[in-house]
């Protein structure tokens, strides 16, 4: 199904270890268990050195995709962020956020082009922080190191992603932030096309891809698009297009690698549950939206409610159920009052 | 709860769910309707379409794809003077179309 | 061996040229590298715009070659080196063969739809190409889609690799659109009640009797042309194509399902004419073709003296232009024979 003619043979370079991760401003406030557990895959399961810094920043990739921070300050914030890393001693830079990925792409290839700004942007630094950088050897997306272990981890999950009474594999729909690969198709595994970063782990773990018409729709987030909430009905009819679409397929799982497309195809379904009475998955349900670390950390046998899985809108408990692992009702919430559950979402 | 939010009407032409009825009965009836290309040279010369929304092109395409209710709206604003049919470089019986759309519509009453 | 003439290539230029050069006198060999002579030609059914059989054309062309023409099958030439005025070309058929002239009439190779991932060949199974509907049409064979039944409904999209620069192929392949009419034309008279669309960018109906065919496509047979360029094919579950258009006339987007998509794809230069081009160290024009002397009044001369160039070689054309350009080259070179 993803046969890709030319990105066959190109391999995109992904660092082996010694990863030094730049956290993302939305994940770590949305679903916060996501890049904990990212974490601690990597040096508890795949033995791998990676460094978590408490001084760095946001990349800024809100306020400059708002227009609200100018590029100068962006790339001047981004030239911390790797000066942070050399002082770790690090030279592989790993993004937890799509965004982020694109941006620093964005300015590794403004400064590529046009060196003044990289001599500015020195200048700036200096000034500023009395700090000097040395750019990355490698900059990768933390879904590209997953996709890169992704057979050391298909032997390490206590799970597949098959429906484990009918051993049917289930039926997944990847969705990869377009900041990943359309910007600079070069740096996303599998081009633009047909990114690979996500259908790859999913078919290594035994699911299903499934394509459907509107699957390299952008789910609508965008930022200039939904901060002002008379805007948001604009991003809502975006995610509904791709949902409405899904539906026939019967879908049981939807991943994504990016957190903002994660927030959105999962609240715009409990939107669209509330207001308009739609579910779109299978068994006329909704459909779980997972990122790839949380994933991940699930079929690796780690407790969902540690991962963090109550925080999403969808109840997970139908994939739950379906892929076999066990869970604790009374945990779910620990010590904090359980929110209120529409009933449409209450099965 | 309610959200507010605003759906946004799609403006895809969704071809697999308009009707054409209107198309296959002018063919019948006009049939040099086929060789229509969407020139424009029509448009560019209607007296109509100084003041109004009229374009003739557009409404030819419409016929095609089927999307009736545009087709309605706008067609009354034609006023018979025949400068289309005297530019058509296909030959097309453009005035002669305009009146059984008229009447098509108004014995569907739409 | 010596020759006169080397004609690399047996399509119906290099064939059309070598019955000429040899009615003014000239000793000529003509290689081959396939199996069989007749080229691209050999595989269509009918040419527009009379819809005459292609086979037709290819016998005619052949009885005016004669027995003295020296053919050799399954045969290329591996290395070839400029000795003063002679060419010395060694065939890998171990033969050498020292000539005064050389004439490239190595075509072109098909566009690789695969190429155009987001149309979705070679991906999905209801999306083919004009060259197999082409073949389908030849064999008589059933026009079916993946799931063996008659479609309903059939696309046929134009610029498939040619007016492209994401495939760095800028220029237009000629005789795409033209054929894109034809086959919508030969696909109504066989399926009578299919809806046949062309989707098109321009459509270029230059020569004789096209624009004859293009009126009795839409009059007589129905054939709706819709002026947008595909962005992308996707597949519903139960394995029919949506399209994604824009209908710039109208200046909506418009999605269809379709049961067939036929992509029109276009010519690039051949593997042939590659090799030959650096080793003969000859000029490419823009489009990575050999670049004529001069498009107007020296279409056959290349920037090597001696090397002579007919056909699709230089750039796309139809067959009527192939045939003229071949004719065209075996007056040039029989002037360069006389005078040198």
Known sequence: MDNNLNWDKFEKEIANNHYYYARSCIRQNFFPGAEEIFINILRNNLKKDIYDDPKHTTCTGIGYHSSIIPLETTMTVIARQFSLMNEAGYQNFVCSCVTSFGLYLEVLSTWHHFPETLEKTKKYLKEATGRTFELPKNLVHASDIIYKFRNELASMIKYKLINFKTQEPLNVVEHVGCHYAKIFPESGIGGAEYPRVLSGIIETWGGRVIDYPERRH?????????????????????????????????????????????????????????????????????IPVLTFEELTAILLGYNPWKVGLQMHQIPVEPLLDKLGISYSKEEKYFKTKAPKIPTILNY | MSFDYLKKNDRVIYYDNNDRALYYYLKRVEPSISLCIACGACTATCSAGNFSSLDFHKIMLSIRRGEKVYIAKEITQCVMCGKCMLVCPK???????????????????? | MNTDVLIIGGGIAGLEAASIINKLGHKIILIEKEKQLGGHVALWDKLFPDFKKADYVIEQIQANIDNNITIYLSTQVVTITKLNKTFICKLNNSNTIESKTILITTGYDIFDARLKEEYGYGIFPNVITSVELETLFKNNKPILTSHGRTPDRVGFIHCVGSRDRKINNIYCSKVCCVTAVKQAIELKQKLPFVEAYCFYMDLRMYGLNFEEIYNESQEKYGVTFIRGRLSETSETHDGKLIIKVEDTLLGRPLRMT?????????????????????????????????????????????????????????????????????????FFIHQYLLNN
Not at chain 3, 276 to 292: A, H, Q, V
């Open chain 1, 218 to 286: 952008c789910c609508g987030f965008g930022f200039r698009q939904y901060l002002v909430k008379s805007n948001r009905g604009y991003s809502y009819s975006h995610s509904l297009k791709k949902l409405e679409s899904m539906k026939p397929y019967k879908v049981d799982l939807i991943i994504t690698n990016c957190p903002g497309c994660n927030y959105f195809l999962d609240r715009w379904q409990y939107v669209a549950a509330v207001n308009e009475n739609k579910l779109f998955g299978r068994d006329n349900k909704a």
């Open chain 2, 91 to 110: 030959n097309v019986n453009t005035r002669g179309i305009i009146l059984q759309i008229i009447s098509f519509l108004q014995s569907y009453k739409i």
């Open chain 3, 258 to 330: 379709m049961d067939l998509l036929i992509l029109m794809v276009g010519m690039i230069r051949s593997e042939g004419t590659k090799f030959l081009i650096s080793e003969l160290n000859l000029d490419t024009n823009s489009s990575n073709f050999i670049n004529p002397t001069d498009e107007h009044l020296l279409p056959n001369n290349t920037n090597v003296k001696g090397v002579f160039v007919a056909g699709t070689a230089t750039s796309p054309k139809s067959i009527s232009d192939t045939i003229a350009d071949a004719r065209s080259a075996a």
